[in-house]
């Protein structure tokens, strides 16, 4: 366990607030759904080599990164004129849950503590997860930021988020593994802010991930 991890205060965690792709979910799934399965479908939909489509495609992904419109399924059906939200269905069987995540959630649970999903996914991609995975019933609220129109990346996610499902920040934990988000959440004052390395199981760990404090996998924050 890294040393980073002895900043992790349990008996200062009331409120644990997790993302769900890349902190409890194996951010493979995603990954693949972007960079592979969307461009393949978008290139033959076109007419397209598997290439050009991705010359295409990019330019639209970096544009609205970190806002609103990259996390909605309706706004890339729209831009694509592919059903993005029946192919997610599609290859529902690839959703799972990381390495020792569930672990980390009966552990919450069972210690009385409140714990939250506070994600950036649309509605019909989270309750999909959920589903699939049947980790939904671990949490005693599901937040979108597609509920308070601005992404958790922006302080409006944060007051919003406040607003409508009051905690205590100083007695908060939030982890998740987007760098944005993280800093997001520190500035706002969260009393615990805790990132993540290993998103996707199929990658390496990000070695050039800066955060602290930070783990490989959620299930080590778990005291031992």
Known sequence: MSENLLQVDWSRADWVILDMDGTILDLAYDNYFWRELIPE???????????????????????VQHTLPWYCTDYWSDITG???????????QHIRALEGAEDFLRHVRDSGRQLWLATNAHRDSWTLKMEQTGLGHYFHHIVSSHDYGAPKEDPLFWQRFLADKPFERERAMFVDDSLPVL????????????????????????????WHPAADRIEQLIPR
């Open 82 to 92: 592919l059903d993005v939200a029946g192919l997610k269905r599609e290859i529902r």
């Open 183 to 210: 800093q997001a959440a520190r500035r706002f004052g969260v009393g615990q802010v805790v990132g993540l390395r290993h998103p996707d199981s199929t990658q390496p760990s990000r070695a050039d991930f800066d």
């Open 41 to 63: 479908r978008y290139a033959w939909a076109r007419g397209l080599s598997l290439e050009d489509a991705r010359a295409e495609l990019l330019p639209r992904f970096v544009e």
